[in-house]
């Protein structure tokens, strides 16, 4: 009874959440161990060379953010995790999309920077402002896009025109999600630097837990209805019912302190 109460005690659960929040950090910097470098490193100018280094380091940040926003998208359901599996597992079952989504932002980000510089420099420097809307609109996008390939099987193109739509549709929830990234960094540049030991994982955590209607969403308007017989096979998978595109990721998941885990389906 007394380790039952332990178990459920606030502190208990308050430190299980500071572990979480620090393990799935430490993981997502392990993952991003050149970008971590090169971040550091310091260089007198910036030549073609350095800005190729720079764009590749970024690469692997599309599937460590995925595997993150994965696995506090479990802790918002389940209040629950096996963080280093959970973590592993979700990074190797998203890295092909999510690596494909992240490098077309990259280069979509690119050309937009390269045309901000030229524009700069010419008559037309009135639209260079644009160039900037959209890149933030690329990187708004992204903040929905990695929470959708983390939870669904679901096509490419699909993953583009469903982040971009919501990235419109609900714009209070686009400026929420940009403006915790904004506040985040504040509060590691301007209060304590203890945060950067936590801040990712928070970061996702907070959009996962305020996107969590929207997958819902998608869920319920873009996954179709199996059959009877699909549904006695695995009834927490969903399809679309002409193309067979989608599918939701998450099987039933357990209850708090229950030993068991969540896992994805097979693809």
């Known amino acids: ?65 995925t595997a993150l926003f994965s696995v506090m998208g479990k802790l918002v359901r389940t209040k629950d995790l096996f963080i280093m599996k959970d973590y592993f597992g979700a990074y190797k079952k998203n890295f092909k999309q999510s690596l494909l989504v992240w490098v077309i932002d990259l280069a979509l980000i690119a050309v937009f920077l390269v045309d901000i510089k030229y524009f700069s420099k010419t008559p037309y420097s009135f639209i260079v402002p644009f160039f900037m809307v959209l890149i933030v609109l690329v990187l708004a996008s992204s903040l929905y896009a990695f929470p959708i390939i983390s939870r669904f099987y679901m096509r490419t193109k699909d993953v583009f025109v469903l982040s971009l739509y919501f990235t419109i549709k609900k714009i209070h929830i686009t400026i929420f999600n940009v403006a915790i990234i904004i506040i985040s960094f504040f509060i590691i540049y301007k209060v304590s630097s203890v945060f950067i030991l936590f801040f990712v994982s928070v970061i996702c955590f907070l959009i996962m837990f305020y996107n969590k209607g929207i997958l819902k969403e998608i869920e319920l308007k873009t996954v179709g209805e199996t059959s009877a017989d699909s549904e006695a096979e695995n009834p927490d998978v969903w399809h679309v019912p002409d193309d067979e595109t989608v599918e939701n990721k998450t099987e039933a998941e357990p209850e708090k302190n229950e030993n068991n885990d969540e896992n994805k389906d097979e693809q």
């Open 1 to 65: 009874m007394a380790s039952r109460n332990l178990l459920d005690s606030p502190l208990y659960n308050v430190l299980n959440y500071i572990y979480w929040f620090l393990m799935g950090n430490i993981f997502f910097f392990i993952m991003n161990i050149p970008l971590i470098f090169v971040s550091l490193a310091r260089v007198s100018s910036v030549d073609l060379g350095i800005v190729i280094i720079i764009f590749v380091s970024f690469i692997p940040l599309g599937p460590a953010i």
